[in-house]
């Protein structure tokens, strides 16, 4: 990750919509990328610029390829046998395709949209990342459960039951764990799919918190149906519609001065 | 008027409702009364027998009881080493056609022959069984060869239950162990079969039920002669006493019973059906059993 000085002014073609935030380097360069699920083709000639160390959100209405794009950033979409991709995305200067994807997968972490720990203790669900890059001496074990754990706003809550399955915790405090447990690997990376969508309100909060406390030294990119959560959370935002982008700026500007109708439209919800 | 014709709809739908339950609880309670008569029909009339102390414990020859301690031992024995064979096979083949098989005409022609092993008649497989293990193989009637003839019985409904459990594992956990960099192997071992173990281990509990009652399989593999054995001396594998001995022929609980319904001797009615009463009192028990120990496996998944 030497190349990760690319300022995302670079790439972008003076197209004003895919504006970023001046000066901040790019973690992920996006350029000219289509893919297609068989004959559908679900994202279009996109290009975009994902700041490092910031929050991108990715707006825009259902079915418009949110989820497609943020699952291309870690090879998820390899495991669907009909996906076929053209165009490039680079992680720190280098083309995602052309890297091992386990490799890629352990520096870009995933939180989804369900909480989904291990069926294992709450300690196992943190280190089973870990110890699968080396030997771990029990008081690195213990310090990584707790700096994870700590990050994630959920020691206080289970520093008596650790060695309890990660199952019985309650939907928020699961969906915590999932977070430390993408941090215990340390990753630069961390994609989020509409991480608050099955929790209640609290948790939510709890979890926006936590991304805009990640962001400061990690890439965030989350993908949300809540303006709220766009505006209190996200750097920068991304609206895409039909599988296009139509138009990404900081989160400010895009919610106070959308260039395009579409956008306007769709943060008014004026949207047939 | 619409409201009047509201209320008698509401009232038709009702009553249909009624009529409907009351028809399928009484097909329950049939089907339920059944199986409590032919247990307790069996326990009554077996019960005694096998409740006479050295039934369980005498061997069959014995002048004063003749007891079933070979043909119990030739069970379990029979039903270890089955499992053994079959479990991993079982195992593999539903981990690969889960986890790893494209979706293509190979692999539903593997299930379609999967399925269609789980049709063919326990004779059949016996035939099967002693012409393949016992003739071409050279194994002869041994417990070997009945234990492959229960395999291939056993298979089938091994793999069906391993890959619904497989498949009954949330997508979502199968997403959180790819997206972690995990190797399909590792999200296999390190999280879908810890996943799937309480429904795995209750359906090869169930299964053994049912391999542990087969008879028609056995005749023409494991033997239906009765057995000698020394247990007093069980570490001599050679020998055709040894119990351990998966060279020699052993014969069944299922199997002997099926030998004396069919050449009655002496007293021998009381010994089937001392026996019925043992063989059905142990399927009851495994039924148990996989309830107690999914329930408990699936109680420390979550808890503990
Ligand atoms: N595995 C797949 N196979 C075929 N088509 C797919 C697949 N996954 C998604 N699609 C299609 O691709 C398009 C984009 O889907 P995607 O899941 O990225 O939308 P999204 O923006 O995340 O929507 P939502 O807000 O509802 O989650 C949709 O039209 C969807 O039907
Ligand atoms: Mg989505």
Not at chain 1, 26 to 45: C, E, H, P, V
Not at chain 2, 274 to 290: M, P
Request: charged share 15%; hydrophobic share 45%; with cysteine.
């Amino acid at each position: 990750m030497q190349n990760n000085e690319t300022t995302s002014a670079r790439s972008v073609g003076g197209t004003d919509e895919h504006r970023v935030i001046e000066g901040v380097p790019s973690a992920i360069s996006i350029r000219d990328f289509n893919l297609w699920y068989g004959d559908f083709q679900a994202l279009k000639n996109i290009t975009l610029e994902i700041p490092k160390n910031r929050a991108t959100a990715f707006i825009g209405p259902s079915g418009c390829g949110k989820s497609t794009l943020l699952r291309t950033f870690n090879r998820m979409c390899d495991f669907v046998e009909s996906v076929r991709t053209d165009g490039t995305i680079e992680f720190g200067g280098e083309d995602i395709f052309q890297m091992d994807a386990n490799a890629l997968r352990v520096y870009v972490g995933m939180v989804f949209q369900h909480p989904n720990p291990f069926p294992m203790s709450i300690r196992e669900n943190i280190l089973y990342g870990p110890k699968r890059m080396g030997r771990l001496s029990k008081s690195e074990a213990d310090e990584i459960v707790e700096r994870t754990l700590t990050r994630a706003a959920l020691w206080d809550e289970v520093k008596d039951k650790l060695d309890h399955s990660g199952l019985g915790l309650s939907g928020g405090q699961q969906q915590r764990l999932c977070i430390a447990r993408a941090l215990a690997t340390d990753p630069s990376v961390l994609l989020m799919d509409e991480p608050t969508s099955a929790l209640d309100p609290i948790s939510t909060g709890m979890v926006e918190e936590l991304m805009q406390q990640l962001s400061e030294d990690h890439t965030v990119v989350v993908v949300t149906h809540n303006m709220q959560q766009a505006t209190r959370v996200a750097d920068k935002t991304a609206f895409f519609y039909l599988g296009e982008l139509v138009e990404a700026g900081p989160t400010k500007e895009l919610f106070s001065h959308p260039k395009e109708k579409l956008t306007n439209d769709y943060l008014t919800g004026r949207f047939s | 008027m619409a409201n009047r014709d509201l209320t008698a709809h509401v009232k038709r739908i009702g009553s249909q409702d009624k009529i409907a339950t009351g028809i399928l609880t009484a097909i329950v309670a049939v089907v339920m009364a059944l199986v409590v008569a032919i247990i307790a029909y069996i326990i009554v009339r077996g019960g005694g027998r096998a409740l006479t102390p050295g039934f369980l414990t005498n061997t069959p020859t014995d002048d004063i009881l003749p007891g079933i301690v070979y043909q119990l031992w030739d069970s379990f024995y029979l039903l270890l080493v089955t499992l053994v064979i079959s479990v991993p096979i079982s195992l593999g083949a539903a981990i690969f056609l889960v986890e790893y098989a494209p979706d293509n005409w190979i692999t539903s022609a593997a299930s379609t022959a999967i399925e269609t092993l789980s049709s063919l008649p326990s004779i059949v497989v016996g035939m099967f069984g002693s012409l393949f293990f016992v003739v071409t193989l050279g194994w002869g009637i041994s417990i070997l060869a009945g234990a492959c003839a229960l395999t291939m019985f056993n298979i089938p409904i091994l793999v069906r239950t391993i890959q619904q459990a497989l498949e009954d594992v949330p997508r979502s956990q199968r997403d959180a162990a790819l997206a972690m960099g995990l190797t399909r192997w590792e999200t296999t071992l390190n999280v879908l079969l810890p996943a799937a173990m309480p429904a795995i281990v209750t359906g090869i509990v169930i299964s053994a039920g049912r391999v542990f009652g087969e008879a028609a399989a056995l005749i023409f593999t494991a033997g239906s002669a009765p057995a000698r054995l020394n247990f007093a001396n069980p570490f001599n594998f050679a020998s055709p006493t040894c119990p351990f001995n998966i060279f020699r022929p052993a014969c069944s609980l299922a199997v002997y019973i099926w030998r004396l319904t069919s050449e009655p001797t002496e007293g021998s009615t009381e010994i089937v059906w001392g026996t019925a009463c043992v063989l059905i009192v142990c399927v009851l028990l495994f039924n148990l059993l996989a309830r107690v120990l999914g329930k408990f496996l699936a109680r420390r998944l979550t808890a503990e």
